[in-house]
């Protein structure tokens, strides 16, 4: 076989539409979410889901104001 | 840096988004582009400009997959493999420079080599490549030429197989993505003439092999 026709054959291991498409969708979405802020993708999910981003917000506020006295107690606790 | 770079495109980049629109209209991504006009979608791309980003990840995705799919086992492996590399080579363009004498191909099949070879230290590969059928058949093509496609995948794939680990590298760097002697050697630390005579008993292997497949194929049918 000369070069060509090797060259020619290696064309077989292209991948398939839909391979290369999904190959595609997950590249450019990475690279989207890599791009965009923390604060864009939280206006996104107050648009889409209001309460759920509400509960998130809730649930994350409540965590720091009691993560402090309870790391507090705890370490009384375990000395 | 940045800024000059910008500065210094921004009277040709209408231009060259209007091309690049008129490209993808006309199915011109799969068109092979001149290196001076790769060169430019990467300053397009540097400077955020989504558009050349996709145009430069669709000339070179194909490249990419043929060139580790010739090494790995398995289709769903150089799935994974070639996403990584063109994410790590989309988000690391700012390392990329022309001035060192390497086209912009050669250093993204340096990026997809040590995805693959990564890939290879963390899972002892299986030489058993065989020939795997499409997952799904290409709705733009018939029965008769995916048939014809698998043969001839198949028989590749098993020729391929039974090369030494460091052939089957130099022929899918060769073939998969069209790279030199001078190219490969750099890519794999070697003597250009030794990679000239790893290339010239692997072709001729190859085809041997290949060949053989094909004849037990018809006898058998």
Known sequence: MTDTEIMN?????????RRRAR?????????????????????????????????YATVGAVALILLTPIGWIAGFLLR | MMAATMAALSPVRPFFRFLILLSVLFGGDAEPLEEDAVLRLVELARAGDRAARQRLYRQHVQRVFRTVRGMLRSDAEAEDVTQDAMLTALTSLDRYSPRSGTRFAAWLTTIAVNTTRRRFRRKRPELTATGELPDVADPDSDLANDLDLARRRGALLQALAELEPREREVVSLRYGSDLNATEIAAQMGME???????????????GERIEAIAKNRGATA
């Open chain 2, 192 to 206: 250009a003439a030794n990679v000239r005579k790893i290339l010239e008993r692997a072709r001729v292997r190859l």
């Open chain 1, 23 to 55: 190959i595609e969708d997950r590249v450019f979405e990475w690279l989207d979410a890599s791009e965009t802020s923390i604060a864009a993708e939280w206006l996104a999910l107050l648009k889409v889901e209001p309460l759920t981003a509400f509960a």
């Open chain 1, 9 to 17: 054959l290696w064309s077989a291991l292209e991948p398939t539409t």
